[in-house]
Antibody
Framework: QVQLQESGPGLVKPSETLSLTCTVS????????WSWIRQPPGKGLEWIGY???????RHNPSLKSRVTISVDTSNNQFSLKLSSVTAADTAVYYC??????????????WGQGTLVTVSS | DIQMTQSPSSLSASVGDRVTITCRAS??????LNWYQQKPGKAPKLLIY???SLQSGVPSRFSGSGSGTDFTLTLSSLQPEDFATYYC?????????FGQGTKLEIK
């Protein structure tokens, strides 16, 4: 059974860059489209973007050009960088994998989520 | 972007009740609609994909229907573990987008 685990700082200062890593165990990262999703405290879900091991990426245009998603196949990890953060970026950040190799958004495997707070 | 609107935003019901949650898309999304369940402090769980296909391991008391712009999630007989927040999600167009959620509470 594949498992995902987010890691990274829980506190980021305004205007700085949020950096998170998702480590995948129990399966290879060299298939599937791997996503980041976030959820501000007490609010709904927002898809951030996905990456395929081949390097194909898509991200939510609402985040403009602040998002960078990369993959490290040698360590079975993928990462998120979100630049120029503000308090509005405070959220629980999840990494997730869909149910099939050709599916994008039907996420059946999730990390536990990590709360990132943007504050000085 | 496609906007998803759920109703109601919150709902009180009793164990054994039949409950329906509605999701409306701002444009036609064919049948590209998923439903997730989320409990406090936990990641969402995929219940139904492609409008009416039950994800493996999900009890048959959950069902989904609809097409185009209007969709429903029905819980035929509420169990104690069903009290949670439910989200619809359109996967017709990138970016995928979610409804605001429906919180199902115990009456």
């Amino acid at each position: 059974q594949v498992q995902l685990q987010e890691s990274g700082p829980g506190l980021v200062k305004p205007s700085e860059t949020l950096s998170l890593t998702c480590t995948v165990s129990g399966g290879s990262i060299s298939t599937y489209y791997w996503s980041w999703i976030r959820q501000p405290p007490g609010k709904g879900l927002e898809w951030i973007g996905y990456i395929h091991y081949s390097g194909i990426t898509r991200h939510n245009p609402s985040l403009k050009s602040r998002v960078t998603i990369s993959v490290d196949t040698s360590n079975n990890q993928f990462s998120l960088k979100l630049s120029s953060v503000t308090a509005a970026d405070t959220a629980v950040y999840y990494c997730a994998r869909p149910d099939g190799e050709l599916r994008y958004f039907d996420w059946t495997n999730w990390g536990q989520g990590t709360l990132v707070t943007v504050s000085s | 972007d496609i906007q998803m609107t759920q109703s109601p935003s919150s709902l009180s019901a009793s164990v054994g009740d039949r409950v329906t949650i509605t999701c409306r898309a701002s444009q036609s999304i064919s049948r590209n609609l998923n439903w997730y369940q989320q409990k406090p402090g936990k990641a969402p769980k995929l219940l139904i994909y492609a409008t009416s296909s039950l994800q493996s391991g999900v009890p048959s008391r959950f069902s989904g229907s609809g097409s185009g712009t209007d969709f429903t999630l029905t819980l035929s007989s509420l169990q104690p573990e069903d009290f949670a927040t439910y989200y619809c999600q359109q996967t017709y167009r990138t970016p995928c987008s979610f409804g605001q959620g429906t919180k199902l509470e115990i009456k």
